[in-house]
């Protein structure tokens, strides 16, 4: 793949991931801003390599798809989205300034052959874009963007916004009338709700944007109303049965006249020059803090209908409009203190706790400093004068350093000629423990995110390892679901996994009836409890399944108890260890037999294994060294959790740990396992090798480079212990291996790649079968595979294989393969 088509594909999963966030999910994890840069980049790309533009490109894009729970609409009209300006307010030129605005009109006037374009122009509102439809005068549709093409019904909450009519205001209405428009919240209405929110204990929402997406986006249409949201008509899609006006500014004008809210009066008349142009834009930055609603930017349209359809349309935006979107607002603060965030998967954010400042629109107190790498090029420090950026008006974040009224005292060695003085306060470094749980903080080579090495013993992490704990391919405890854990977490049940196996009904019961108390739930468990309480439970679990209120709790507790005897392969998996998934878990468990072996099992030990490297390796005995995750896994095991197909290890093992296999990945420097076999000739042991002075390691008949960094690696504290203890290790090892080291699997060796729909066995039936008989599941085909298994809609696994000439299976040569 050229670094071109890698970029592009980079991007596009980007781009996908991001219009699901803002379109569908309204939680955007990255500002406007960087959504931006990103799709100019990619359209950049296609640009310069049409080859590259795919079918499904986010560039044709303009949200994602409607979510299931409503009714899909699909639009007659696409609803495009704009292209988007922006201008560098920095700049000292006005030519340089708004060269992209320039850029704009100019292209404009000569697609159309004109000395000077008219412009009707309006702020960009920050809310959701809508479309209704009219018939004869009457509201019988309201639905969303979606994905342009199609949307979701949201009718019944659209009727509920009061500024929409829901029968036009005329005695002669146009047969079909089809508006779009966006729906907001006005300031003090937001305001208002997040008020109500937090008086009863619920979570405010983050700006006006998200409130107005989540409320016009409600099951009940009764919360909607609720909101108080408004809307604003800002065109016409479709019109039957009346004279369409020739220019946007007569279309709002009519849409007025028929009682539809339009453009309210921020609106200007139609404008015409570059220089009218910035002159609104920069005014509306002015207005902006004090108008009633949220804006990003503004709107330009040619105003003439007729110039509109000569110009027509792009593949996701309309040619004859543009948005010139506001820079980012930023403000002058100071930093208090900077603190460290432990995420639900251990990762590690540096914080800057800020002096409050206002800026875009709300007070900042707090602003993400991203990673360690982040902080040191910006080298913020306590007490400095920072720039702070609301990025896209959602994320604070610190942009730069003033140096010059960084705080400083007075050096040691000044004197009345040369007042030297030092920074009053050093440089951040990043913790070397956990500040949530104490355990050691790890971060990973080519990695800039360190993360808490205490895995599923850290309480910031425990909700998140505990859904992974639970879930299908780990233990497989039935019935326990989010909801469940995230109360059993919240309420204090569950601080660790063991706890899971020391629920008692009583427990779970309590536990529902305080939820339901929290939520304002209709409480099924109170009286259970009670009867449980007085020694009436038999009866309780006597009574008919559909009307015992206690049997979702029993069932629970079956599932707990069913998953106390889990392969070996399931538990590490369940583990959350980094890097350890499926395929890496069986791997330990089928080479070292036991949780103890793994658990003692050195770096350079597992790197012997198959497919396993250096960094997972690493990773794995990382784990496990971490006092945290010992006692975690020492209360699993009290808990009464054990493997239960624990056994010897691999017969494998007496190839895989030669000594010279292990040295060559204990990670010295220029000891590849060309240079470990000829050590292994002079030194043929590895209690050999730590016995030996610097002076004979030099002397050996090796490199000067191999021996130099062999001697150095040697004269490290602990690292000859360290070497005669992985000798000691491998040696027990060895000793428990089979009298006969005979392999009668019949697959034994053999690489398969699935592929499709098989007739009567699923994926991973398929591959539990193929693993069982010794033969090893591979997502991808190489010239290594042995065989392809295809089913029904195989795809270009299929291919690849034809092509390599790998031999092709279906599932009846598989069973005959498997005998």
């Known amino acids: 793949m050229t670094e071109p088509e890698r970029r592009a594909a980079e991007l596009a999963t980007l781009l996908n991931r991001y219009n699901r966030e803002y379109y569908q999910l309204d939680a955007p994890s990255v500002p406007d801003a960087e959504y931006d840069r990103l799709l100019r980049e990619l359209e950049a790309l296609e640009t310069a390599h049409p080859e590259l533009k795919a079918p499904d490109s986010p560039s044709l894009r303009v949200g994602a798809a409607p979510l299931a729970a409503f009714d899909s609409v699909r639009h007659d009209t696409p609803m495009l989205s704009l292209s988007n300006l ?8 006005f030519a340089t300034r708004h060269a992209e605005l320039i850029a704009f009109d100019e292209r404009i006037r000569r697609e159309l052959g004109i000395h000077t374009a008219s412009y009707a122009v309006m702020p960009k509102f920050d809310g959701l874009a809508v479309s209704l439809i009219y018939r004869d005068g009457l509201l019988v549709q309201g639905a969303t963007r979606g994905d342009g093409s199609s949307g979701e019904n949201v009718s019944e909450n659209i009727r509920t916004i009061r500024s929409i009519p829901l029968r036009l205001n005329t005695p002669t209405p146009p047969a079909l009338l089809e508006v779009r428009g966006e729906v907001l919240m006005f300031k003090q209405d937001f305001e208002r709700l997040n008020s109500e929110q937090l008086a ?11 409130a107005a997406a989540g409320s016009l986006r409600q099951l009940d249409a009764r919360i909607t109303a609720r909101r108080h949201l408004s809307f604003f008509a800002y065109a016409i899609a479709q019109l039957d049965g009346a004279a369409w006006p020739d220019s946007h500014q007569h279309e709002i004008d009519y849409l007025q006249s028929l009682g539809i809210p339009a453009v309210p009066p921020e609106r200007r008349p139609v404008l015409s020059g570059v220089e009218a142009l910035a002159g609104y834009y920069e005014a509306m930055i002015a207005q902006r803090a004090s108008l009633p609603y949220d804006i990003d930017g503004v709107v330009y349209k040619v105003d003439s209908r007729a110039q509109q359809d000569t110009l027509g349309f792009v593949s996701r935006a309309p040619r004859f409009a543009v948005a010139h979107k506001f820079p980012a607002e930023e403000a002058l603060t100071t930093v208090e203190a900077i603190d460290v965030q432990v995420g639900r998967t251990g990762a590690l954010t540096p914080v800057a706790r800020l002096a409050p400042v206002f800026v875009g629109g709300v007070t900042v107190t707090n602003a993400t400093l991203h990673n360690e790498d982040e902080v040191r090029r910006k080298d913020v420090r306590v007490g400095d004068t920072v720039y702070v950026r609301r990025a896209g008006d959602v994320i604070p974040e610190v942009v730069s350093v003033v140096l010059a009224q960084r705080p ?5 060695d000044a004197d009345l000629f040369s007042p030297a003085s030092t920074p009053r306060y ?19 080579a080519g990695e800039s995110i360190a993360r808490c090495a205490g895995g ?4 910031a992490q425990r909700m998140q390892a505990i859904r992974h704990f639970a879930g299908r391919r780990m233990m497989d405890i039935e019935g326990l679901g989010e909801k469940h854990i995230d109360n059993l977490v919240d309420l204090g049940y569950v601080h660790r996994v063991a706890d899971l196996y020391r629920l008692t009904l009583a427990d779970l019961l309590e536990m529902k009836r305080r939820a339901d108390a929290r939520d304002n739930t209709p409480d099924e468990a109170e009286s259970a409890l009670a009867q449980l309480a007085i020694g009436q439970s038999a009866d309780l679990l006597a009574a008919p399944l559909d009307k015992t209120p206690t049997r979702w709790a029993e069932n629970l507790l079956s599932g707990i108890a069913a998953s106390r005897q889990p392969p070996l392969a399931r538990l590490l998996f369940a583990l959350g260890i980094r890097h350890v998934g499926e395929s890496t878990a069986k791997t330990l468990a089928d080479y070292l037999g036991t949780l103890e072996t793994v658990r003692h099992a050195p770096a350079a030990l597992l790197a012997a294994l198959p497919d396993i490297g250096a960094v997972v390796a690493a990773s794995i005995a990382d784990f496990f060294a971490e006092a945290n995750n010992e006692h975690a896994i020492d209360d699993l095991l009290a808990a009464g959790v054990t493997p239960a197909d624990e056994h010897a290890p691999s017969p494998e093992l007496a190839e895989l740990l030669s000594p010279a ?8 420097p220029r000891l590849t396992e060309i240079r470990a076999s000829q050590l292994v000739q002079q030194v043929n042991s ?5 016995a030996l002075d ?12 191999v021996v130099n960094a062999l001697a150095d690696y040697l004269d490290q504290p602990r690292a000859r212990a360290q070497l005669q203890a992985l000798a000691a290790q491998v040696a027990g090892l060895l000793q428990q291996l089979p009298a006969q080291a005979q392999d009668t699997k019949a697959l034994a060796g053999q690489s398969f790649v699935l592929t499709g729909t098989l007739p009567t066995l699923s994926r991973d039936e398929a591959r539990a079968l193929i693993e069982a008989a010794g033969g090893k599941v591979s997502g991808s085909v190489s010239k290594k595979t042995h065989y392809v298994v295809a089913g029904e809609a195989a795809g270009s696994k299929l291919e690849k294989a034809v092509a390599l000439g790998v031999t092709i299976l279906d599932e009846a040569a598989l069973r005959v393969l498997l005998g």
Do not use: T, Y
Not at 456 to 459: R, V
Not at 661 to 668: C, E, G, K, N
Not at 694 to 705: C, D, F, H, K
């Open 86 to 93: 922006f201008s560098d307010m920095e700049a000292s030129s």
């Open 200 to 210: 009863r204990g619920d979570k405010a929402f983050v700006n006006p944007r998200n």
């Open 408 to 412: 400083q005292q007075a050096s040691a």
């Open 426 to 444: 050093p440089p951040w470094s990043l913790p070397a423990a956990c500040p949530v749980c104490g355990s050691h903080v790890v971060r990973e």
């Open 456 to 459: 599923f013993a850290c309480q």
């Open 661 to 668: 296999r292990l040295l060559a990945r204990l990670a010295i």
């Open 686 to 690: 590895l209690e050999a090798l730590a």
């Open 694 to 705: 610097r002076r004979s390691v030099i002397a050996l008949a090796l490199p000067a480079e």
